[in-house]
């Protein structure tokens, strides 16, 4: 039987990519986004890629009258939760915004699908949560905590409501999912990142460095106790990203309670090494200029993903090339985004 999956914020950079994948793994879905961070282009180009019809709702995870209204159409058996805000220095100035759209947001969610009777969700959570780690590569025993601004500490937050709903009821499964660095596209170059304004992230705005919308990249810091000096990340394909969704989907099924998993490769890369093979997958030139530390930033980070794999038969297997070449072909087949 096929199971249907809700996918809030499923028209975003990850969760268009997460349609295709859950698609192609037999799902039927749902989307909900209220477009505030997306382009309608997207789902269309989903669509069109996979050749189905998704039902789309447009409406806010803080509308409880709308999630009610989609739970009674659609016979929904899990709910994977993208849908959030997450540019890291908007959230230092609009900590309000945050904390009610990330947090007030899964909280209306979570309220409606327990009204529902829907109990297994996939929750994106992000490396933020270790902080500034004490050690390298990072498990997910590491202590969690030490978050440095109202978006890291949203994700929390909601890990820790999470926690508490499945202490409160046993017939929760719930997926608490560490993503490191997401990078990269679609291998047919039809979707991928499209932020808005100035990227505040590397790999879109290194890709925008070579396609010439901007001069140069400013590299935040190069005297971090790194090999060269620059920060160093552990950056995942947006695809092997999405295929671990699927998989945390599929082992929800054998029971309740709450699962943690680090989704990155296990490797890290410097700002540097990132934008030579940037170079190298485009042919365009990327030049960089070295500034301050960015607040808040962090020297290195890096995922010990081996729970991953042991628990759910998932490890990433698209390397930096790949993820330089798909960026590159997403960026230069759409120089201004999806509105190109
Ligand atoms: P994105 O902004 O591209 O996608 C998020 C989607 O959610 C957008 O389509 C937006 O319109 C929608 N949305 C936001 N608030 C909403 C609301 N209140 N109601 C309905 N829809 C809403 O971001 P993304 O990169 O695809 O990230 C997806 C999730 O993964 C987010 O929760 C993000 O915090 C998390 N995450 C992202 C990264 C990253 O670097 N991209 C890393 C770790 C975790
Ligand atoms: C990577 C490296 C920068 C831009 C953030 C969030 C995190 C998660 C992913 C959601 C760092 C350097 C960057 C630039 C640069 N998001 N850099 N010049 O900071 O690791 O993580 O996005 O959950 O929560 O904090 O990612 O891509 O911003 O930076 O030198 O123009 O690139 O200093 O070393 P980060 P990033």
Known sequence: MKQTILITGGVGYIGSHACLEFLAAGFRLVVLDNLCNSSLESLRRVKELSGHNIPFVEADIRDRAALDRLFAEYAIDAVIHFAGLKAVGESVEKPL???????????????????????????????TVYGDPASVPIREDFPVGATTNPYGRSKLIIEQ???DLAASDPEWRIALLRYFNPVGAHKSGRIGEDPRGTPNNLMPYISQVAVGR???????GNDYPTPDGTGVRDYIHVVDLALGHVKA????????????????????YSVVEMARAFEQASGRPVPYKFGPRRAGDIAQCWADPSLAEHELGWKASRGLEEMCEDTWRWQSMNPNGFDS
Do not use: H
């Open 97 to 127: 915004r945050y904390y009610d759209n990330n947090i007030a947001g899964s909280i209306t969610l979570f309220e409606a699908m327990q009204a529902a009777g829907v109990k297994t969700v996939v929750f994106s959570s992000s490396a």
């Open 161 to 163: 409501v999470l926690g």
């Open 214 to 220: 901007r001069e140069y990249l400013n590299v935040w």
């Open 249 to 268: 989907v599929e082992k929800l099924r054998e029971g309740p309670g709450v699962r943690i998993w680090n989704l990155g490769t296990g490797r890290g």
